[in-house]
Structure formats: structure tokens, C-alpha cells
């Protein structure tokens, strides 16, 4: 039963995005790739091509729903996961050599090209890209010349059967001939200009090309398909310049956080919102990206009070927390009283590295009976909140060692 939620949203985040043909249609490029979504718990694939089945040995249902953590092994290079985890936090495209292995552990090189999927309508992340393309090893000619198709014999002598996936590094040679002629019938295409560089596979151009096309075909579909329910893509982030965002990891992490808040950065001029919560646009009735980039007081109204707002703005000079109840309104106008709280979160240095503003209808008509008081279900907000930072900063000095 636990797993019902997310058999939903995995489903959702394809099919609502781009209709229900989009997968049938997907399946119909010859290339292999996957589609994850970062803002389900644990960045699960939410499509896996026909090619990339063929490619790996697994069904879709061993798939979908997983990281794509779960083809790597012991050779995997930890530098080249790095680059790929500070790309999906960072929210750019990022091309590596990477050993996968496949389902029956026949481990093979793939150049990785992974690219954002953007929301036109907000700049949001919606999906990340990730497109495998097989490198192919460039023959090795010591001593004497050998058959591109024949037993190669690797730098410590040990004899292998060049397989559909070549194996570029050392440690990868192996005596498993009979499970690499499994593969051999797969179409091998041994390029000239393939080299090995710091123990890495490095791709041709050739091979670089075929990534590009793959990506440009795939990003065609997607944003073709976006245009059916009008929840349109780009790989482009699309709004205005001046549109903050926080990144993927912290992005995921407030997403979790089911309370009306916002985060603001007071580093950049005005202390625009960088993150809005669905609860806060529920609350607003705004759209989310009419929200980000903007200042808190555009809820503010004729009959707000300026000295409330001005207990705000030296709250957030000194860097200190506090509590109001200020009369702020809506997008269609109607007024409500919002018990808001301030309060600074400090990254792992204890520099300020956000403010958080925890809103709250206390309204007469919103008045009810509560297990917990105003106060209490804020803090735990800015409690939550603090916990989500850190944890995105931590992640991100460890992909940069």
C-alpha cells in the first residue's frame, strides 16, 4: 500500500505534463534514455526508453520508480557521479564517461548526457534528461596488428571478446568471454579516435554527436507533447532574469513542507522570494511565478499598517526573528489577517544564508480548533526549513570534494 502514492505520482509526472501518448511516442526514438523526476522522494525514474531496456537487460517494471544509482558498480567512477549530482543541483546539463553495468553485471562504457527539462511557465525543473550512448574502445595495436571483432588483449595481457558495449579501462577485462558473446551480436561500432585518459573512457566525436541528436529529438517530443495540455517545456529556463529559484536538492526538500511559507534571500537587492510553498500559494491565490522575484510586501495593501511592516524590515536588518499579525490580501483583493513569522536560516558556517516567513490565516472565518498552537506549528516550519538548508549545503560541499 505504501507504494500506491508513488506509482501515482510517477505516473502523473508524465502523462499530465505531456499527455497519456507521450510514452508510446517516446518509445518510438531509437535512443537510449531515461526521464527522472526530482521533485518525487529519491529522484526516481519516471520513463526508461525501449533502447535503454534493450541496452541495460531490464524490464521496465525492474526500472521505473528507481534511482539511477542502481547501474553503477565497484568500477564506477565517484568523480564522474559527482559532476552528475552537482549538475541536477545546480540545474544544468553535464556530459560524462561513466562504467554502467548491465543487469547481468557486464560492465561497458556510455558517454551520459543529462539535460534539464524546464517549466515555461514558472522556470521550475520538471525533469532531467539522461541519454547513454555506448563508447566503443579504439582497437589496441602493440606488437602486432588483431581483428576488430576477435580476442583483444587488454594492457595485463588477459584476453577478452570485444562485446556491442566495448571496455575501455583495465580493471574492467575480465575471463567472462561467455557472458560478453552474449552481446556480441549487438551492432559494434569501433571508432578510430577513441582514447583512454586518467583511467576513463574517453568518447569520440562521433559519439558526442549522437548524444546532441538524441537530446534534440527527445527535447522535440516533449516540448511537442507539452503543447497538447498546455503545460509547456523548455531546456531553457524561460522566465525573466530577475526570477530567483533556490536549487533541485532544496527545491525537493521545502517541496515536502505542506505549510504556507516563503523563503527570501537577503544577499540580492530587495530580498526577493527564491521559494514559495503550495500551501502559500493556495493561501494567495497566485501563481507561482508571479511570486518569485518579488518582494513580501506586494501583499500588503490600503489598510495594511506601516509601522508592522517596518517591525518586519529590522527584524530582517538585524537578523533577528519575530512574530506580527499583519492584514495582507489576496490576489483577488479580499483581505485576511496573517499571523506571520520571521525568522533567519543560518547555512553550516552560521552565516544567514535565507529568511524564512511562516504565514497563517487567523481570519475569524479560519479560526478553529487546532491540536497545536499558532506558534508551535511555526516554529516547526522554520524548524523544517533550517533542516532542508543544511542538508542542501552539505550535499553540495561533498559533490565539490
Same mark, same amino acid.
Given at each position: ?21 507521450? /510514452?508510446? #511516442? ?21 520513463? #526508461?526508453? /525501449? ?23 565497484? !568500477? ?34 556510455? $558517454? ?25 574502445? !579504439? ?8 581483428? /576488430? ?33 552474449? *552481446? ?68 525537493? *526538500?521545502?517541496?515536502?513542507? !505542506? ?19 503550495? #500551501?502559500?500559494?493556495? $493561501?494567495?491565490?497566485? &501563481? ?21 511592516? $517596518? ?9 533577528? #526573528? ?42 475569524? &472565518? ?19 526549513? !533550517? ?15
Amino acid at each position: 500500500m505504501e507504494q500506491e502514492p508513488m506509482g501515482i505520482a510517477i505516473e502523473q509526472s508524465i502523462t499530465s505534463r505531456y499527455s497519456s501518448w507521450v /510514452r508510446e #511516442a517516446l518509445d518510438e526514438l531509437p535512443h537510449s534514455f531515461t526521464i527522472t523526476d526530482p521533485s518525487i522522494s529519491g529522484h526516481p525514474i519516471v520513463f #526508461a526508453s /525501449r533502447e535503454f531496456l534493450k541496452m541495460f537487460g531490464y524490464s521496465r517494471e525492474e526500472v521505473v520508480g528507481k534511482n539511477g544509482r542502481m547501474f553503477q558498480g565497484i !568500477k564506477t567512477s565517484r568523480r564522474s557521479v559527482m559532476e552528475i549530482r552537482e549538475a541536477i543541483r545546480e540545474e544544468k546539463s553535464v556530459q560524462v564517461s561513466l562504467l554502467n553495468y548491465q543487469k547481468n553485471g557486464t560492465p561497458f562504457w556510455i $558517454l551520459f548526457h543529462m539535460f534539464p527539462i524546464f517549466s515555461k511557465k514558472d522556470g521550475r525543473v520538471i525533469h532531467f534528461v539522461g541519454v547513454q550512448v555506448p563508447i566503443m574502445p !579504439k582497437p589496441r595495436r602493440s606488437g602486432s596488428d588483431f581483428s /576488430r571483432t576477435e580476442v583483444h588483449l587488454c594492457e595485463n595481457g588477459a584476453g577478452f571478446r570485444d562485446s556491442g558495449y566495448g571496455f575501455c579501462r583495465r580493471e574492467v577485462c575480465s575471463d567472462i568471454v561467455a557472458e560478453l558473446g552474449r *552481446s556480441s551480436n549487438l551492432d559494434t561500432v569501433l571508432t578510430d579516435d577513441t582514447e583512454v585518459t586518467n583511467g576513463t573512457c574517453k568518447a569520440s566525436d562521433l559519439e558526442k554527436r549522437r548524444a546532441n541528436t538524441a537530446m534534440s529529438n527527445i527535447l522535440s517530443m516533449l516540448t511537442h507533447y507539452s503543447e497538447l495540455t498546455g503545460r509547456l517545456v523548455s531546456d531553457k529556463r524561460c522566465c525573466s532574469s530577475n526570477m530567483s529559484h533556490v536549487g533541485a536538492s532544496l527545491n525537493t *526538500s521545502l517541496g515536502r513542507i !505542506k505549510q504556507s511559507f516563503v523563503l527570501t534571500d537577503p544577499h540580492k537587492i530587495d530580498i526577493p522570494i527564491v521559494y514559495a510553498s503550495d #500551501a502559500f500559494l493556495d $493561501l494567495t491565490g497566485y &501563481a507561482r511565478h508571479e511570486v518569485l522575484g518579488r518582494n513580501c510586501r506586494f501583499l500588503s495593501g490600503q489598510e495594511t499598517d506601516g509601522s508592522t511592516q $517596518l517591525q518586519i524590515t529590522n527584524s530582517i536588518q538585524t537578523g533577528k #526573528a519575530c512574530t506580527v499579525c499583519i492584514l495582507n490580501y489576496r490576489k483577488n483583493g479580499r483581505p485576511f489577517w496573517n499571523s506571520l513569522h520571521v525568522s533567519p536560516v543560518r547555512n553550516a558556517s552560521g552565516k544567514i544564508a535565507y529568511f524564512v516567513e511562516v504565514q497563517m490565516d487567523v481570519s475569524c &472565518a479560519n479560526r478553529g480548533n487546532q491540536n497545536l498552537s499558532p506558534e508551535i506549528r511555526q516554529l516547526s516550519v522554520v524548524g523544517a526549513v !533550517k533542516v532542508a538548508v543544511r542538508s542542501s549545503a552539505m550535499f553540495a560541499s561533498t559533490s565539490e570534494s
